[in-house]
T-cell receptor
Framework: EDQVTQSPEALRLQEGESSSLNCSYT??????LFWYRQDPGKGPEFLFT???AGEEKEKERLKATLTKKESFLHITAPKPEDSATYLC??????????????FGKGTHLIIQP | NAGVTQTPKFRVLKTGQSMTLLCAQD?????MYWYRQDPGMGLRLIHY???????AKGEVPDGYNVSRLKKQNFLLGLESAAPSQTSVYFC???????????FGPGTRLTVT
């Protein structure tokens, strides 16, 4: 069974204090790993897709990396507007039919001014 | 482009009532999905569609039905609502497998 575990569940940082969020996954062959941002009362907003170990992607203060067992979302010098819940999801490779994503429970990030 | 839109935004039902949630996308995506999100749990896939006229079951399909009569629309139906179906429902769409999914704003459903 595909599983995604995110840690920590919640993280409170001071503005400018860099940190990393972890996403550990167990999947029978990885087709893709996705990071989303979700603000309260809204739908998830796509951030990154990673397809193979060693791959990295960056966007503003965010950088996502991928290994064979986990992914990290690094946040550099965060600002209060980076406060949100960050979701990690995997899409397994191959049959079985389901082309949907398996999501973790998310990391609730709060950036204090 | 409106992206993915969902109707209604909020709904309260009594146990046993039925309703249909509508999802529409204007990105010409082939794939569409319905998820539910509950406190303390990740998003879970209910049903999905890989093209007009096709549907398939996801992880938690019981109590729901879907239809994809037009490429741009994906309907989620509850025939006899139960309190366990109280949740936030999200629709998503994508070009295909391996592509990112784009989500709608959600429908908050309460079943009393």
């Amino acid at each position: 069974e595909d599983q995604v575990t995110q840690s920590p569940e919640a993280l409170r940082l001071q503005e400018g204090e860099s940190s990393s969020l972890n996403c550990s996954y167990t999947v029978s062959g990885l087709r893709g790993l996705f990071w989303y941002r979700q603000d309260p009362g809204k739908g998830p907003e796509f951030l990154f897709t990673l397809y193979s170990a060693g791959e990295e992607k960056e966007k503003e203060r965010l950088k996502a990396t991928l290994t064979k067992k986990e992914s990290f979302l690094h946040i550099t010098a965060p600002k209060p507007e980076d406060s949100a819940t960050y979701l990690c999801a995997v899409q397994p490779r191959g049959g079985g039919g389901a082309d949907g994503l398996t999501f973790g429970k998310g990391t609730h990030l709060i950036i204090q001014p | 482009n409106a992206g993915v839109t969902q109707t209604p935004k909020f709904r309260v039902l009594k146990t046993g009532q039925s309703m249909t949630l509508l999802c529409a996308q204007d990105m010409n995506h082939e794939y569409m999905y319905w998820y539910r999100q509950d406190p303390g749990m990740g998003l879970r896939l209910i049903h999905y569609s890989v093209g007009e006229g096709t549907t398939a079951k996801g992880e938690v399909p019981d109590g729901y039905n879907v239809s994809r009569l037009k490429k741009q629309n994906f309907l989620l139906g509850l025939e006899s609502a139960a309190p366990s179906q109280t949740s936030v429902y999200f629709c998503a769409s994508s070009y295909g497998t391996s592509y990112e999914q784009y989500f709608g704003p959600g429908t908050r459903l309460t079943v009393t």
